[in-house]
């Protein structure tokens, strides 16, 4: 008699992680319509589990991978931008900068 077990696998999903959200808070300090936006895309970012860079593309179609694990993300129709390294070996990501989009064009996203 042939028996088949079932075998179940516990498969813990870890989720993304901030770090550095002053950096938002000081951008909505200074443009409250930045607020709601801004909170809404940390309460996305939290509730993904990536497994590379690409796949951001397809939660925020107008992010833009810049290289050395660095994405830039429009919010609010561009009108802000945020930039972020993330680190997917961990599920992190780090925010570098926030602003409009003027102040980021006076910024090196690279080095920022």
């Not at 696998?9 to 200074?30: N, S």
């Not at 593309?57 to 129709?77: C, M, P, Q």
Request: hydrophobic share 40%.
């Amino acid at each position: 008699m042939l028996r088949v077990t079932k075998v179940v696998t516990a498969v813990k999903l870890k989720f993304m992680r901030i770090v550095k959200t002053p950096i938002l808070e000081e951008c909505y300090k200074k443009h409250a319509d930045a607020k709601t936006p801004l909170e809404t895309w940390a309460s996305i970012i939290r509730n993904l589990t990536l497994e590379n860079l690409n796949e951001i593309k397809r939660h925020f179609g107008t992010a833009d991978v810049i290289g050395n694990d660095r994405v830039v993300f429009d919010i609010k129709g561009n009108k802000y931008r945020v930039i972020t390294v993330v680190l997917i070996r961990n599920q992190t990501v780090y925010i570098r900068w926030a602003g409009t989009h003027a102040d980021y064009d006076k910024v090196d996203a690279h080095t920022v």
